[in-house]
């Protein structure tokens, strides 16, 4: 079955930093591209960050440029997200998500994680 | 990368079609052909419906359709069913490598 797992999310002070993870299970990992999307209590989906299926490129919307990073280790067929310098309205759940088509980086995504709750607050 | 606009809320009686709309401007939806929807029930994952603006995965049902006009994208869902009540979502690449995606539409089959 093809699944995506995050974890990493938890309560963080202004300014303090989170790594999130995404273990990934049922496809060929180093195949797709991959992204983070995240959804802010009653607000829609936001694009954060997405990451070629060799790692050799990456992308940041810019509400997060210069604060987060993606990188993935193919080896263990996981995603990682680091948020530095976290602010209040980078509260949200966070999702991984697999790109659908292969030779595409930034299109569509098939498969999405549950989630995990990031919550920035003093 | 200001959020696409779509409709807060679409309705619709069974068996009819209801259409979404999706506009951005001409520096992501019309633009690229990488517009996306999907299909979100509370509680649960994204399902993509459409990608690169009219093309449907395996397994969504035909009843669902994807159009774009000048910067304006389109969801069709033709027949529709009590299970297609849902939030929907578009995205659409907005250049510059980043994607941009829709605040969503509320799908209520009265």
């Known amino acids: 079955e093809v699944q995506l797992l995050e974890s990493g999310g938890g309560l963080v002070q202004p300014g303090g930093s989170l790594r999130l993870s995404c273990a990934a299970s049922?496809?060929?990992?180093?195949?797709?591209?991959m992204s983070w999307v995240r959804q802010a209590s009653g607000k829609g989906l936001e694009w954060v960050s997405a990451?070629?299926?060799?790692?050799?490129?990456?992308y940041y919307a810019d509400s997060v440029k210069g604060r987060f990073t993606i990188s993935r280790d193919n080896s263990k067929n996981t995603l990682y997200l680091q948020m530095n310098s976290l602010r209040a309205e980078d509260t949200a759940v966070y999702y991984c998500?697999?790109?659908?088509?292969?030779?595409?980086?930034?299109?569509?995504?098939?498969?999405w994680g549950q989630g995990t709750m990031v919550t920035v607050s003093s | 990368q200001s959020a696409l606009t779509q409709p807060p809320s679409a309705s619709g009686s069974p068996g009819q079609s209801v259409t979404i709309s999706c506009t951005g401007t001409?520096?992501?939806?019309?633009?690229?052909?990488?517009v996306s929807w999907y299909q979100r029930n509370p509680g649960k994952a994204p399902k993509l419906m459409i990608y690169?603006?009219?093309k449907r995965p395996s397994g969504v049902p035909d009843r669902f359709s994807g159009s774009k006009s000048g910067n304006t994208a389109s969801l069709t869902v033709s027949g529709l069913q009590a299970e297609d009540e849902a939030d929907y979502y578009c995205?659409?690449?907005?250049?510059?490598?980043?994607?941009?995606f829709g605040g969503g539409t509320k799908l209520t089959v009265l």
């Open positions: 998500a697999k790109g659908f088509v292969v030779v595409v980086d930034l299109d569509a995504f098939d498969i």
């Open positions: 049922g496809f060929t990992f180093s195949t797709y591209a």
């Open positions: 990451i070629s299926g060799s790692g050799g490129r990456t």
């Open positions: 001409s520096s992501d939806v019309g633009g690229y052909n990488y």
């Open positions: 690169e603006v009219d």
């Open positions: 995205s659409s690449y907005a250049g510059s490598n980043t994607l941009v």
